[in-house]
């Protein structure tokens, strides 16, 4: 079965520092999400593409957080620069269309800022 | 963002039991309603998932149950398994999926 890969796994970085994580969605998939879990909570959406452009950005704090999928396949998060509260996991999730076709989701990055 | 209320935050079960979980919802706009499973170290997988058109919707053990009047919906999981014991996260979407906080079932042997 098709699966959404992302790497790394884990990361450790320090506060200030600059950190990235990479999503290849399945194949196939134009739209893709990335998602922001924090421990003992749901899923939280950051940002949201369809292809290549971005169709939801709304809870994205883009003073720190960027994101691109410039060839509207896999995908890179960005964060810049890292603070203690960004310590979560870092999901990403692709789906066929928009319009409530289900999600699948990738084993995400846990990212821990110290 | 319209909040999902998901009840109870962990919940322990007996193997053979039913586990019930259950959801609330404010947008009346919701027009899709799934259930993710989530295994520790993993990322979230789709369940089950109910329309609001449907007031019920069963699928092997897991059954959705769907009050549209009263803006909730429920998981129910029959015959209750320990390889059941994971974070289950209902969701309401009208395009994204807003998760609930998630419940953590147990199911002892």
């Known amino acids: 079965e098709a699966e959404v890969a992302q790497s790394p796994r884990y990361k450790i970085t320090e506060k200030s520092q600059a950190v990235a994580f990479w999503c290849d969605p399945i194949?196939?998939?134009?739209?893709l999400y990335w998602y922001r879990q924090i421990l003992g909570q749901g899923p939280e959406l950051l940002v949201q593409?369809?292809?290549?452009?971005?169709?939801?950005d709304s809870q994205l704090p883009k003073d720190r957080f960027s994101a691109e999928r410039l060839k509207g396949v896999d995908s890179t998060l960005k964060i810049q620069p890292a603070e203690l509260g960004d310590s979560a996991m870092y999901l990403c999730?692709?789906?066929?269309?928009?319009?409530?076709?289900?999600?699948?989701f990738g084993n995400g990055t846990r990212l821990t800022v110290t | 963002q319209q909040q999902v209320k998901q009840s109870p935050q962990s919940l322990i079960v007996q193997k053979g039991g039913i586990s019930i979980i259950n959801c609330a919802y404010e947008?009346?706009?919701?027009?899709?309603f799934p259930w993710y499973q989530q295994f520790p170290g993993k990322g979230p997988a789709l369940l089950i998932a109910?329309?609001?058109?449907?007031s019920e919707k069963k699928e092997g053990r897991f059954t959705i149950s769907f009050n549209k009047s009263a803006k909730q919906f429920s998981l129910h999981i029959m015959d209750s398994q320990p390889g059941d014991s994971a974070t289950y996260f209902c969701?309401?979407?009208?395009?994204?999926?807003?998760f609930g906080k998630g419940t953590k079932l147990s199911v002892k042997p």
């Open positions: 999730a692709s789906s066929l269309n928009p319009t409530n076709s289900p999600l699948h």
């Open positions: 194949s196939g998939h134009a739209t």
């Open positions: 593409f369809q292809d290549e452009s971005v169709v939801d």
């Open positions: 947008n009346t706009a919701f027009d899709y």
């Open positions: 109910i329309r609001p058109d449907v």
């Open positions: 969701a309401g979407s009208q395009g994204n999926l807003i």
